[in-house]
């Protein structure tokens, strides 16, 4: 109970700050746009601890699942490689597109609107998958709570259950997750469904720690 009324204290600071603070941000030298139904990369750390863990080539294929503003797919093209970024929200696809043509990679980016996988080719395999999935307890009731909220891990679920199949051979995921949400529980899932992982990265602030693995189908 303690656990839930957290997360709910979360979710209400999230949506204040979505709502009142700015549209426009830089971060790590990108500039990106948003609104009140687009998570703010600036002002959650999981956006730039995540972006700046990338490190991927030119020869690389990149799915950004779950996209936002698109920080994460901008910074991978950037670095060279070739993005599909999909979003169950229709206004983070149209703030991906536009960010996407702010930061000058347009040609590197294709933004596409999709629950997990549903709309990508079932052919298209990929060398990287990026995935902050959302981490706090309660039902989405609308687009922007999809950012937020995961009952059970049942969208996790259903990621780790699908996501082998759109690997390349060596391909991996790339995932950050965060204290409060039992990262162990999120990892027993995966490794349930066959993923081993290891650990990239931690960093711990005022009142969580975040953590980013990479996963590769076991």
């Known amino acids: 109970m303690l656990l839930l009324l957290k997360h709910k204290f979360f979710i209400f600071l999230i949506k204040i700050i979505q709502k009142f603070g700015p549209h426009r941000v830089e ?4 500039v990106y ?5 687009v998570f703010n990369p600036k002002y959650y750390y999981t ?19 779950g996209t936002g503003s698109g920080i994460q797919a901008v910074t991978a093209a950037r670095q060279g490689s070739r993005v599909t970024a999909v979003d169950i929200n229709p206004e ?7 960010n996407a043509a702010l930061n000058g990679v347009t040609d590197r980016i294709t933004v596409t ?5 549903q709309s990508l080719d079932p052919e298209q395999k990929f060398n990287v998958i990026l995935f902050t999935p959302p981490y706090l307890e309660g ?14 891990k049942r969208l996790l679920k259903s990621f780790f259950r699908e996501a082998g199949n ?5 391909g991996y995921v790339q995932m950050l997750y965060s204290s409060i949400a039992d990262p162990d529980a999120a990892l027993k899932i ?11 990265a931690r960093e711990k602030t005022f009142y969580e720690e975040f953590l980013i693995f990479r996963l590769t189908p076991g």
């Open 33 to 37: 746009e948003i609104s009140a139904e």
């Open 92 to 98: 983070a696809v149209t703030y991906a597109r536009k």
């Open 166 to 170: 759109y690997l390349e051979k060596n």
């Open 113 to 117: 609107e999709s629950d997990l996988f």
């Open 190 to 200: 995966s490794h349930e469904l066959g993923w081993n992982h290891n650990l990239m």
């Open 27 to 30: 971060v790590l030298g990108n």
């Open 47 to 65: 956006s730039m601890f995540m972006a700046g863990h990338i490190h991927v080539n030119s020869d690389d294929t990149v799915l950004d699942m």
């Open 139 to 152: 039902t989405p009731k609308e687009f922007f709570d999809h950012a937020l909220q995961d009952p059970q």
